[in-house]
């Protein structure tokens, strides 16, 4: 009995990579750490240009930093399961290690929706206002910006490991992903969970809901801003300047409705269908965000083809 109340008390939890597909891991698992090894590296390059290259020091790249950052959260937040997994096939974790992985998951992924958008309203103020443009968003007003975005969801996700700690598991239960989600770990409890699962959904409208909105409104604004102005080469240029934020924007937002969207209504789905689609949320917008921007963003890119150039002469 003892024996017992103990494993309630402590419970385990097994991580699932793509069932059915375990002897092709060794393979499966070469893609996977490509798109660790870019995604760290990239976001890494992306500081490393904006912290050395003192032309960058403006607002749109200290917002674009905040980024990279989180990217680099995510990933190796992600990574030690992942690997866990994939290359040495161990499925447990203990239940303190899956909360602290589900909290610093959502909470990198609501960072991230926040900085996408203070980066929208960066672009606004720099196409309406061009000229008051550092004057407004000076250094105080992006540090400001960045505790409030890293304190709003710090605080936000808290409860949740909270609520979903009171609750009782099963001696052992096994999870969708490899990796711990709020929503997997919910519908692992033998106990009520209408609390979190009620306090989880005003989590997702009160941060990413309400940033995708507030987006939304955003380039009405920039489009309404760009119309204005006369000359039609001036407004091709103004919306230049947003199509790598478009793009980072759709990134992030285009997996999570398609993980969104399969699991509403795809019940029927192979499993592995759910397990991809996880992984394409979290392992593709840290991988994409320093590629979009490199490539799109004149001054990051010749800035990294100028370092290149420098380290083979």
Known sequence: MSVFNSSVLYPRFLLTGLSGLESRYSLI??????????????????????????????PMYYF????????????????????????????????????????????????ESAVLLAMAFDRFVAIREPLRYVTILTNGVIIGIGLAIAVRALALVFPASFLLKRLQYRPVN???????????????????????????????ICSMGLDSVLLLLSYILILGTVLSIA???????????CISHICAVLTFYTPMIGLSMIRRYGQNASPIVHVLMANVYLLVPPLMNPIVYSVKTKQIRDRILRKFKQQKA
């Open 174 to 204: 096994i999870l969708s992903y490899p990796f711990c989600l709020h929503q997997d770990l919910i519908k692992t409890t033998v106990s009520s969970r209408w609390v979190s699962s009620i306090y989880g959904l005003m989590v997702v």
């Open 231 to 241: 000359s039609k080469t001036e407004r091709i240029k103004a919306l230049n300047t």
């Open 29 to 58: 698992s070469i893609p996977i750490f490509l798109v660790y090894a870019t995604s760290i590296v990239g976001n890494i390059t992306i500081l490393v240009i904006i912290r050395t290259e003192s032309s960058l020091h403006q």
């Open 64 to 111: 674009l930093s905040m980024l990279a950052l989180t990217d680099l959260g995510l990933s190796t937040t992600t990574l030690p399961t992942m690997f866990s997994v994939f290359w040495f096939h161990a499925r447990e974790i203990s239940f303190n290690a899956c909360l602290v992985q589900m909290y610093f998951i959502h909470v990198f992924s609501i960072i």
